[in-house]
């Protein structure tokens, strides 16, 4: 008897339209992405005469002041107790962070004390003083 040996039939994968595909999927998610843009509040920084700009975003918490004493951190408003918790889980969830601090110009020196206090409690030692810098 004779056994008849079935051939192998190999499946391709059809690769003429792969580039075709990448390319849709390049602008779906080019299209569908959502930017965030920080609103803060509304306040005027103060101008300094060396400035160094941060390169990276990424790991960047806002925390704002204003004039009347508002902080804002992240779009989120709050007062000076609850800015211990909220960096705290932020550090938590990413100890590399950059606390970037933007305090109006004219903003109370007692209510920023308070929040770099509440800060140093946090372990958010990395803190960067926002500033606009001053035209010569």
């Known amino acids: 008897m004779k056994f008849l040996r079935k051939s192998k039939i190999r499946e391709l994968i059809p690769t003429s339209s792969m580039a075709d595909i990448a390319f849709l ?3 779906f998610f080019m299209v569908t992405t959502v930017f965030r843009i920080y609103h803060g509040l509304d306040v005027l920084l103060p101008r300094a005469e060396a400035t160094q700009k941060i390169e990276t975003k990424r790991n960047l918490c806002h925390v704002w002041v204003n004039t ?3 902080i804002s951190i992240d779009d989120m ?3 000076v107790p609850l800015v211990y ?5 932020k550090m938590r969830d990413n100890p590399r962070i950059i606390v970037s601090l933007k ?3 004219n903003a109370r020196f007692g209510v920023l004390s308070d929040v770099m206090e509440e800060l140093k409690r946090a372990q958010a030692l990395r803190v960067n003083f926002a500033t606009d810098r001053e035209m010569k």
């Open 25 to 27: 999927l390049l602008i």
């Open 68 to 70: 009347k004493g508002q």
């Open 77 to 79: 408003l709050v007062e």
């Open 85 to 89: 918790p909220v960096v705290l889980e």
């Open 103 to 105: 305090a109006d110009q």
